[in-house]
């Protein structure tokens, strides 16, 4: 890691002004996910059922990708009514892989994974930390 600037002998509470991570993060996530991908289940209990989307299918996209060289850039899950399938699908989600997020496109049904776009963290697509290395979150 290379620190750039400095806030006297110690630095802003010990830490320099900034972090040049971003860069590194960034080239670590790509070669990472060219063999490995982490896709996060948001409300999902332990072993299964939960407030969120709970049942999704790994086992397609992981062939698709071990088969035909495609990495999966979603998986989507489902949240069936009293986590029964036989009462009706409840809502969809995409399930994005670390470190991106399901944003809600604001305009389709909120209920459908159609409706969201897996997006990535703004700091890891422009480089952009503030002094504490930590992102803004409220932006995407």
């Given at each position: 890691?290379?620190?750039?600037?400095?806030?006297?002998?110690?630095?802003?509470?010990?830490?320099p002004r900034r972090w040049k991570v971003p860069e590194?993060?960034?080239?670590?996530?790509?070669?990472?996910?060219?063999?490995?991908?982490?896709?996060?289940?948001?409300?999902?209990?332990?072993?299964?059922?939960?407030?969120?989307?709970?049942?999704?299918?790994?086992?397609?996209?992981?062939?698709?990708?071990?088969?035909?060289?495609?990495?999966?850039?979603?998986?989507?899950?489902?949240?069936?009514?009293?986590?029964?399938?036989?009462?009706?699908?409840?809502?969809?989600?995409?399930?994005?892989?670390?470190?991106?997020?399901?944003?809600?496109?604001?305009?389709?049904?909120?209920?459908?994974?159609?409706?969201?776009?897996?997006?990535?963290?703004?700091?890891?697509?422009?480089?952009?930390?503030?002094?504490?290395?930590?992102?803004?979150?409220?932006?995407?």
């Amino acid at each position: 890691v290379v620190a750039e600037g400095d806030h006297g002998k110690h630095g802003h509470h010990g830490w320099p002004r900034r972090w040049k991570v971003p860069e590194l993060e960034r080239h670590a996530l790509e070669r990472t996910q060219k063999y490995a991908r982490l896709f996060m289940a948001p409300g999902m209990g332990h072993c299964g059922g939960g407030d969120g989307p709970n049942s999704f299918d790994t086992f397609v996209p992981l062939v698709e990708w071990v088969e035909g060289k495609k990495a999966p850039a979603r998986i989507v899950a489902t949240k069936f009514v009293n986590n029964q399938a036989s009462q009706g699908v409840d809502r969809t989600r995409p399930l994005c892989p670390y470190p991106a997020n399901a944003i809600w496109d604001g305009k389709g049904d909120p209920k459908l994974a159609e409706s969201f776009r897996c997006v990535t963290p703004r700091w890891l697509k422009d480089g952009k930390h503030n002094h504490h290395g930590r992102d803004d979150h409220r932006h995407y």
